[in-house]
């Protein structure tokens, strides 16, 4: 007599893991996107994210099928190159229930892309950003993309003479509220900082190293698996707890070895220091560190900056919590008696 499978284990929403994967990837075999998408998967189903609340964006590009891999009952739009941080912030600005998760690539984001990144980071959109950076444009058969170093040699593309674009540079100069960055082939620190961008109500930018194995895994390209592993540099280890969990760090720890940052709903992010004492709510030695990272060829891995505290675009705008397309006729048109303020006021 065969023995009847154990049940699923299931979150605190009642689903199984299962209920927050996709369809089977068509990506190359080993390509990191595959790894982010796993743990997108991983932090949904851990954070009890009911699927239906998240809303997935894309553009063009390897990057931009990601999301068919991962919450395949979230409704998902892919759009054109470049435009898929406009077409999200349209989407937050209609619906506030739905929470809004972008996935792009660094041709989408720091090439054609750039101008609404830019926006969307100013702004403040409340979403995840996640950048599945490779360095070159892979879908296209692999020319090299703006965040390829300079002096990279491809087969059939040559030497690539300019200055790479560092997304979260860019960001932090456009004020984003939360920068991070973090290599595919280190998928405990992808999903924990995963679960911190989910927590955070402003943009959360997320740039993966993730390396292509077909047109850019050179063991001496800083977008390889080989360079990654060697040069990853992390700020910090990083834990996420929820705020309905109990905070217990166990034994004893120095002064300033432990920096715990609370976030707007009350969960709490922990960092533990591994070789420097780093203040992620400082955004002038953000810029120091990841500039310290560029003159010395380091991978800089973490939570490089955040601020829980400043208003969003659909904060700053007043916008209710009702979706724009559930409004009723009598919801938005004024009242006779509002009407006739309106019209004494132009007399």
Same mark, same amino acid.
């Given at each position: 007599?065969? @023995?009847?499978?154990a ?5 605190r929403?009642?689903l +199984?893991k299962?209920?927050?994967k /996709? @369809? ?10 595959n790894?982010?998408?796993?743990q ?9 994210i009911?699927? !239906? #609340?998240?809303m997935?964006f ?6 931009s099928?990601?999301?068919?891999y %991962?919450?395949?009952?979230s409704?998902? %739009?892919?759009?054109l ?5 406009p ?28 101008? /609404? %990144? ?10 995840i950003?996640?950048?599945?950076n490779n360095g070159?444009? /892979?879908? +296209?058969?692999?020319?090299f993309? @703006?965040?390829a170093?300079e002096?990279?040699q491809?087969?059939?593309?040559g ?11 860019? @960001?932090?100069a ?8 973090? =290599?595919a ?6 999903? !924990?900082?995963i679960?911190?961008a989910?927590?955070?109500?402003g ?9 292509c194995?077909? =047109? &850019?895994n050179?063991? &001496?390209?800083?977008h390889?698996y080989?360079?990654?592993?060697d040069?990853?540099?992390p ?7 929820p705020k ?8 004893e =720890? ?5 920096? !715990?940052v +609370?976030?707007?709903d ?6 533990k220091?591994?070789? #420097? ?7 002038a030695?953000? %810029?120091?560190?990841l500039? !310290?990272?560029?003159?010395?060829n380091?991978?800089?891995? /973490? ?8 208003? +969003? ?13 559930r409004?009723?006729?009598?919801d938005l048109?004024?009242r006779?008696?509002?009407i006739?303020q309106i019209n004494a006021?132009?007399?």
């Amino acid at each position: 007599m065969m @023995a009847t499978p154990a049940a699923a284990q299931v979150n605190r929403v009642g689903l +199984t893991k299962l209920d927050y994967k /996709g @369809a089977p990837s068509t990506l190359c075999q080993g390509c990191g996107h595959n790894s982010i998408a796993s743990q997108i998967i991983a932090a949904c189903y851990e954070m009890d994210i009911i699927p !239906e #609340k998240v809303m997935k964006f894309s553009g063009i590009g390897c990057s931009s099928k990601s999301p068919t891999y %991962f919450l395949n009952r979230s409704f998902g %739009f892919n759009s054109l190159h470049g435009r898929m941080a406009p077409l999200a912030t349209g989407a937050v600005f209609a619906d506030l229930s739905v929470r809004a998760l972008g996935v792009s690539g660094d041709g989408d984001t720091a090439s054609i892309g750039m101008g /609404g %990144f830019k926006h969307a980071v100013r702004r403040n959109v409340p979403m995840i950003y996640i950048v599945e950076n490779n360095g070159v444009y /892979g879908l +296209t058969k692999g020319q090299f993309s @703006a965040t390829a170093e300079e002096g990279l040699q491809l087969k059939h593309q040559g030497v690539n003479q300019y200055m790479p674009v560092d997304i979260c540079m860019e @960001a932090l100069a456009a004020q984003a509220t939360f920068v991070a960055r973090s =290599f595919a082939g280190d998928p405990k620190q992808v999903k !924990e900082l995963i679960k911190v961008a989910f927590a955070h109500k402003g943009i959360a930018v997320l740039d993966i190293i993730s390396p292509c194995v077909t =047109f &850019n895994n050179q063991e &001496n390209a800083f977008h390889s698996y080989t360079w990654g592993k060697d040069h990853e540099a992390p700020l910090h280890e990083i834990a996420y707890v929820p705020k309905l969990a109990e905070i217990q760090l166990e034994g004893e =720890f120095a002064e300033g070895e432990v920096r !715990e940052v +609370t976030m707007h709903d009350g969960s709490t992010v922990i960092l533990k220091k591994l070789e #420097k004492d780093y203040d992620p709510t400082d955004r002038a030695h953000a %810029f120091q560190v990841l500039e !310290e990272a560029q003159k010395n060829n380091w991978l800089l891995t /973490g939570l490089i900056y955040i601020n829980p505290n400043k208003p +969003t675009l659909t904060e700053m705008h007043n916008l209710p919590e009702t979706p724009l397309n559930r409004l009723t006729e009598a919801d938005l048109r004024p009242r006779p008696e509002t009407i006739a303020q309106i019209n004494a006021m132009m007399f």
